[in-house]
């Protein structure tokens, strides 16, 4: 199993950006997809993006599509989020996810490890 440790989340003026990175412990990271979810209070968590295994395949959910880039480093255990053009919308508590399957997934319930959160506020 993995335990996935967020990390980079801070408050940034709109327009501004940020790195988000996830560090995971365990031995098989390689075989996890990951993801990030945000979620805001009184929503439901909220699919951002997650890419593959070996790092060749990512999706990303409408609302970051071309402000954000996932990459990971299966070397150092490592996935990270960039986040640029940053809207006040953004604001969410950001989190880091690991998935068993082959294919990647936008269901927050196919996800079986999850880290702390990270708080992303983004100001107007």
């Known amino acids: 199993q993995v335990q996935p440790v967020e990390s980079g989340g801070g408050l940034v003026q709109a327009g501004g950006s940020l790195r988000l990175s996830c560090a995971a412990s365990?031995?098989?990271?390689?075989?996890?997809?990951m993801g990030w979810f945000r979620q805001v209070p009184g929503k439901e968590r909220e699919f951002v993006v997650a890419?593959?295994?070996?790092?060749?395949?990512?999706y990303y959910a409408d609302s970051v599509k071309g402000r954000s880039t996932i990459s990971r480093d299966n070397a150092k255990n490592t996935v990270y989020l960039q986040m640029n053009s940053l809207k006040p919308e953004d604001t969410a508590v950001y989190y880091c996810?690991?998935?068993?399957?082959?294919?990647?997934?936008?269901?927050?319930?196919?996800?079986?490890?999850w880290g702390q959160g990270t708080q992303v506020t983004v100001s107007s």
């Open positions: 996810a690991a998935d068993r399957g082959v294919l990647i997934s936008t269901a927050a319930y196919d996800y079986e490890y």
């Open positions: 890419i593959s295994r070996s790092g060749e395949k990512s």
């Open positions: 365990g031995r098989t990271f390689s075989n996890y997809v």
